[in-house]
């Protein structure tokens, strides 16, 4: 998953741009890149880690108004240099630089056949492609040469790209991930979430529509829908677990979303006589709100999270990621001791951390352990931007729930239906991919998937 913000005509583009990312640092820290272009001439900052780890004084000496940005997470075997983003290349129709947050799922036949005719590719994600199907196209605008690159483009992608003096704003037909466009003093504003817009001081005006794409230059914006249109497969698990809960994504609020899932998880799967309900902070800090709001079991903090450790999710082995999840998390004694408590989170993935916060609850104190899942079971690959791993690593995937019950070692699991889940996110229950939980994939899977996992952009 990703992160990406664009801007054009505003003198301070490169400003507003870092600003945007820090505020999409939650889709991607791993790595984080400005593109800005003065008079049609881009130059581009691109480093390995937070937003706030970018070289200053290379930032700095970035001008332009227009710029991009992006900030990136991927998995553990694509995290190197030559992966961040924004993409910067030059063509003969002058610079092109690329933002992308999503996963294109024929990016390897794609890249075969550009192979096969002479491209070399200066790194392993899907999103170059799309940069050389953009450089060969002989189209005049900058807008055509997207849509000749995208053609035949099959998957996720939410897209910024700056060719020349044009910004070019792109979302795949299906919608999979989210983009909305805002406006500061009259500039065109693009961003992943509407934090991002309210962090720069920009007003939301719309989304981009899935398989839109907006020109933005000297003359104006442009907005073509150049292919045929798909049915909305909008990815339910931005609601339940990627966005930032300030957010309005897909037309709705993101803590509204939760809220739902939390109560909706409260009247499926009651804990009765619980002493308290707690979340897993931060992701289910609003369904855990829900669950109380909806059972009357008073929410508590129990649970008490370390900012200043890195991801858990996507560590090399499973006993650092234990130990990980332990830097991470610590419990408070006083909220826990003798209580039988219900532990929320968003989602169970390899159950790493479940059975990790459950040993530290009970060490607490705790007599009882509840666990609620504000989704249904995960027991499926995203091949579409959301990093989760293969299907035998998926504990939803491989175990039956009283298994699973048994391996996390709590007293009682609920997890929402899919249809609960579904009923609950704001304009649903139609329209959104859930292929990750229900095995109903949009488009074929990948021919092989562990390569795009390893190439993936986002
Ligand atoms: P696991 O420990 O593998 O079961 O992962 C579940 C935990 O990771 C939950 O606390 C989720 O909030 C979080 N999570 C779920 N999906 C992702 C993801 N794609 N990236 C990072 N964290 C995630």
Not at 265 to 279: K, M, N, T, Y
Not at 415 to 420: N, R
Request: a negative charge; proline letters at 5%.
């Amino acid at each position: 998953m990703c992160g990406i913000f664009g801007v054009r005509g505003h003198d301070d583009a490169v400003g507003l741009t870092k600003l945007g990312l820090f505020s999409l640092q939650h889709r991607g820290q791993e790595s984080a890149g400005i593109v800005a272009v003065e008079n049609g001439a881009a130059r581009g900052v691109r480093s390995m880690g937070l937003v706030s780890d970018m070289p200053l004084l290379q930032l700095e000496a970035l001008r332009g108004t227009l710029a991009i940005g992006h900030t990136r997470y991927s998995t553990a075997g694509s995290s190197s240099i030559e992966n961040a983003q924004p993409v910067l290349v030059s063509s003969r129709g002058g610079h092109i630089a690329l933002a992308h947050n999503g996963n294109l799922t024929n990016a390897g036949e794609l890249r075969a056949d550009l192979e096969e005719s002479g491209s070399i590719f200066a790194s392993s994600m899907d999103s170059e492609v799309i940069v050389h199907r953009m450089a060969r196209s002989n189209a005049p605008l900058p807008e055509e040469k997207l849509v000749d690159a995208l053609r035949d483009v099959e998957g996720a992608y939410s897209l910024l790209i700056s060719m020349a003096d044009t910004l070019l704003a792109a979302r795949d037909p299906r919608g999979w991930r989210p983009l909305v466009l805002g406006r500061l003093n009259g500039a065109p504003v693009f961003a992943s979430e509407t934090c991002a817009l309210d962090i720069v001081g920009a007003t939301f005006e719309r989304e981009v529509e899935p398989g839109e794409i907006i020109a933005v230059d000297a003359n104006g914006e442009r907005s073509l829908f150049p292919f045929e249109r798909r049915e909305l497969k909008r990815c339910v698990f931005e609601h339940v677990y990627f966005a930032r809960p300030d957010s309005r994504i897909f037309g709705g609020s993101v803590d509204r979303a939760r809220r739902a899932l939390g109560r909706q998880l409260a009247r499926e799967c009651p804990v009765p006589g619980a002493d308290l309900v707690f979340s897993v902070p931060d992701s289910s800090n609003s369904a855990a709100i829900g669950f109380a709001e909806e059972s009357g079991v008073p929410y508590e903090l129990a649970l008490i999270r370390n900012h200043y450790v890195g991801r858990t999710f996507i560590q090399p082995s499973q006993a650092s990621r234990i130990a990980k999840v332990r830097l991470k998390f610590s419990a408070v004694r006083e909220v826990l001791d003798g209580k039988r408590v219900v532990m929320v989170d968003d989602s169970i993935v390899r159950g790493t951390t479940t059975r990790a916060l459950v040993s530290l609850v009970r060490g607490a104190g705790a007599s009882e352990v509840h666990m609620r899942v504000s989704s249904a079971p995960v027991t499926g690959p995203c091949y579409y931007g959301i990093d989760t791993p293969s299907r035998d690593e998926l504990i939803a995937a491989t175990h039956n729930q009283e298994e699973i019950r048994d391996s996390l070692g709590v007293d009682s699991l609920g997890y929402l239906t899919l249809d609960g889940m579904l009923e609950s996110v704001p304009s649903g229950p139609d329209g959104f991919c859930h292929a990750c939980f229900s095995g109903d994939y949009p488009t074929a899977p990948p021919t092989d998937p562990n390569k795009l996992r390893f190439g993936c952009g986002c």
